[in-house]
């Protein structure tokens, strides 16, 4: 085993251990536990060997750091990068990527052949595996392991989940031997601390010594109506209590971007940096801002001078990036920041603050799930720096105590597959596979595999059906079956009709002072031959009769809703194979398969990588697209690849070849809309033109300033449409088949679009 310069963690060893063996290996570890040791051990394993290693994240700044962090450590030479938009010495013998390039480079799109893309590969790092979980790009990490080829070892390093072993299990079934490595050990404890607002002037630990809840702790009070608008936010009583207890620096949680700014203006006047510490961050943004000179002006720069700071999806990548610098050299005290930054960034804390157990959805107030939690808390305690890393929940009106500290002690939650087929996969499946070979692969997804448990409430429901059935197996005293019952039934349904009749018949020829005529007489003779049948029944005298007859109406009732049961089991089971097929069918509609192979134009569609693949191949197959300008292209692009946004933003006006392709391209939607539908494929066909007007004015030359503030919309929210621009318009100069004045185009729109602020990560 490669020797480290300080001693391994007995997890650690046991990881490293199954590494050298050939084995695969999930290791399965509460955050900042040293899983990262792990993978270095792997990459010293690939050079002593003279092989190769990747190494995957699920985020392209997480990627960014790994890639300067190995870079120092094994040498620029030696390490590689892949994201969506860079590329950086992709036949290093260490290449670091995002999750989706590997996946991408498995399917042999864009990237070339697989043999060439994975020649001398021999262990992959799926960082961050329980992404899985993560609604829309979940399936990804299934994929890469589905595909990933049995002589590569995949090494997969997640947070605590509850179900290790079934991903372990599944991961064995799929690909090749494979061990799990799972611990709860954290090398920096956690306490636990809780502020309530009517005690303002300190921190109550949330337990007492023995472990039950600190009964100091009083819950917040409810406020309702005009005054919980009034309501104070804690965050200056709860930063001025750490930075007098020494439990500085800290990141606090919270989930809004707006109150990160407006707690971080509130704390600025708190005196929490040294005037040294002062100059040193004044130096360092000075050279930052030397090297981004669009940072200028940014108003938050008096902030970092206070030692603190926002960290969110609204502000610039650049700005980001600074705060994570001057945080991870400690020269900020308090980073208020969403839950985005749980995932993996590498910004040690001494503590971190959660400022609600719950948090707003669409659908109203929820509480954390334990993983979130565990994920946001695990970031306290910085190893090789403090004993104890210290987790401060804040009180609110929307949780009590008792909640909080059930979620504190849950455990994690299980991984959930989110696997879900594409028009991409069917394409790219369908030109490797057959159609019975596709549908192998579809059923080996973790999704399928852990099918049991998805299917247990369904399971447990058809278990008391069948209970119930069993209950009322009624014993008839005569021995009757139902059938006989329903045979009685049926009989003195029809003589009660009949009879009636008979009656009516009657009453109306006496009436008429006529005699029933020989049609009538013979009637009222089969009726009463009804009756005479009826009495030699035994239900005819029986006491059990109603009982017998309501327990069969009410076992039919069961039976029903059984059978109704049974086909939505039939339909979760095989809900992949399913979604696949009706992918296919809807592009063998529109004429991208034929024979179960894709034509031409499926296989162009099988290397485009979007939200909706066939609507935007639709789009480049109308030849609408072909006599934009630059600027032009780039704002259709920029309207098809942006998603509903929650917000409302006043309409800025757009140039009128723009408004007559997007016009054009919803009657696409509406034909494409049309037949999803009646395939029940789900698949959004974004055209929102948001941000069009403005990455027009941009591509035109126009200054990001004047951009920016166009619009009450966070900067990076700008810089990350625009960016989801760039990596629709690169598929263009790089997929074949596209129109030559197409990939033109689309090459000078990116070369516009990719200027300060927008090129930077």
């Not at 879900?420 to 997804?445: C, G, H, T, W």
Request: aromatic letters at 10%; hydrophobic letters at 35%; glycine letters at 4%.
């Amino acid at each position: 085993m490669y020797e480290f310069p300080f001693e391994l963690d007995e997890f650690q060893k046991e990881a490293c251990e199954y590494i050298s063996e050939g084995k695969s290996v999930v290791v399965c570890a509460p955050t900042g536990a040293g899983k990262t040791v792990i993978a270095e051990h792997a990459i010293n394993q690939a050079i002593k060997n003279g092989v190769r290693i990747f190494y995957t994240t699920p985020l392209k700044a997480l990627s960014n750091q790994k890639y300067n962090d190995f870079s120092e450590k094994f040498g620029h030479d030696n390490v590689g990068l892949l994201t969506g938009d860079t590329s950086i010495n992709r036949d290093a013998q260490i290449v670091v990527m995002t999750t989706e390039v590997f996946r991408n480079m498995l399917y042999g799109t864009n990237f070339g052949a697989v043999a060439d893309n994975l020649k001398d590969v021999r262990y992959v790092v799926l960082d961050e595996v329980h992404y899985m979980n993560d609604e829309q790009r979940g399936t990804v990490w299934e994929e890469s392991i589905i595909y990933c080829p049995t002589n590569i070892q995949i090494i997969a390093l997640s947070a605590t989940v509850a179900n290790a072993d079934e991903l372990t299990a599944w991961i064995n079934t799929v690909h090749s031997e494979t061990k799990l490595v799972n611990t709860d050990f954290r090398p920096v404890p956690l306490k636990f601390f809780y502020f309530d607002s009517s005690q303002p002037d300190r921190i109550l630990p949330l337990f007492t010594p023995t472990g039950q809840l600190n009964k100091k702790i009083k819950p917040e009070k409810k406020v309702w109506g005009p005054k919980r608008k009034k309501q104070k936010f804690y965050a200056r009583d709860v930063v001025r209590n750490l930075a007098k207890a020494d439990m500085l620096p800290a990141i606090y949680f919270t989930f809004s971007r707006k109150k990160c700014d407006e707690q971080m203006e509130k704390c600025a006047d708190l005196e929490l940096v040294t005037r040294a510490e002062q100059a040193k961050i004044r130096q360092f943004v000075d050279s930052y801002i030397a090297e981004n000179p669009h940072l200028y002006n940014n108003k938050h720069i008096e902030y970092l001078l206070q030692g603190v700071a926002s960290h969110h999806a609204g502000l610039l990548p650049a700005w980001k990036s600074l705060v994570e610098k001057l945080f991870q050299q400690g020269l900020i005290k308090v980073v208020f920041a969403t839950e985005t930054l749980a995932a993996g960034i590498n910004m040690p804390a001494r503590s971190t603050v959660i400022s609600s157990t719950s948090k707003r959805t669409d659908s109203g107030h929820r509480m954390l799930t334990a993983s979130e939690f565990l994920q946001m808390s695990g970031r306290a305690g910085r190893r090789g720096m403090d004993e104890v890393g210290y987790v401060t929940i804040v009180g609110t009106m929307f949780q009590t105590p008792e909640e909080v500290a059930e979620l504190v002690l849950s455990d994690a939650n299980p991984l959930e597959s989110r696997f879900s087929p594409s028009y991409s996969m069917v394409l790219n499946l369908l030109q490797r596979f057959s159609l019975d070979e596709a549908k192998e692969l579809i059923l080996k997804s973790f999704g399928y595999f852990s099918s049991g448990s998805r299917l247990k409430p369904l399971l447990a429901l058809q278990g008391s059906y069948d209970a119930e059935l069993k209950e009322r197996d009624f014993v008839c005293p005569f021995k009757h079956s139902d059938e006989d019952l329903a045979k009685y039934d049926s009989l003195r349904h029809l003589y009660v009709q009949n009879r009636q009749t008979y009656k009516k018949i009657c009453k109306q020829e006496r009436s008429k002072n006529r005699p029933l005529s020989q049609e009538a007489v013979d009637f009222g003779k089969k009726t009463k031959g009804m009756l005479n049948e009826l009495h030699k029944y035994k239900c005819d005298t029986c006491k059990l009769y109603k009982k017998h007859s309501k327990n069969v109406e009410v076992v039919e009732r069961i039976l029903a809703r059984k059978k109704k049961l049974e086909k939505e089991i039939d339909r979760q089971r095989d809900i992949f194979w399913n979604k696949f097929l009706a992918h296919k069918a809807v592009l063998e509609e529109y004429g991208y398969i034929v024979d179960n192979f894709p034509t031409e134009k499926g296989v162009m569609t099988s290397k485009i990588r979007s939200e909706n693949e066939l609507f935007i191949a639709e789009i480049i197959n109308s030849h609408i697209l072909e006599n934009l300008t630059p600027a032009q292209l780039a704002g259709v692009i920029c309207a098809i690849t942006t998603e509903d946004l929650r917000v409302d933003i006043p309409y800025i006006p757009f140039s009128e070849p723009v408004r007559k392709t997007l016009n054009l391209i919803r009657n696409i939607r509406r034909k494409l809309e049309k037949v999803q539908n009646a395939h029940l494929v789900e698949a959004p066909c974004y055209i929102n033109p948001y941000f069009s007007s403005l990455i027009e004015l941009w591509v035109e030359g126009s200054e990001w300033e004047s951009i920016s503030e166009q619009v009450e919309m966070g900067e990076g929210d700008i810089v990350r449409a625009f960016k989801r621009v760039v990596d629709v318009l690169r598929q263009f100069t790089t997929i074949s088949d596209i129109p030559e004045a197409l990939v033109f185009t689309a090459r000078e729109a990116i070369e516009k679009i990719q200027r300060e602020p927008v090129d930077i990560d």
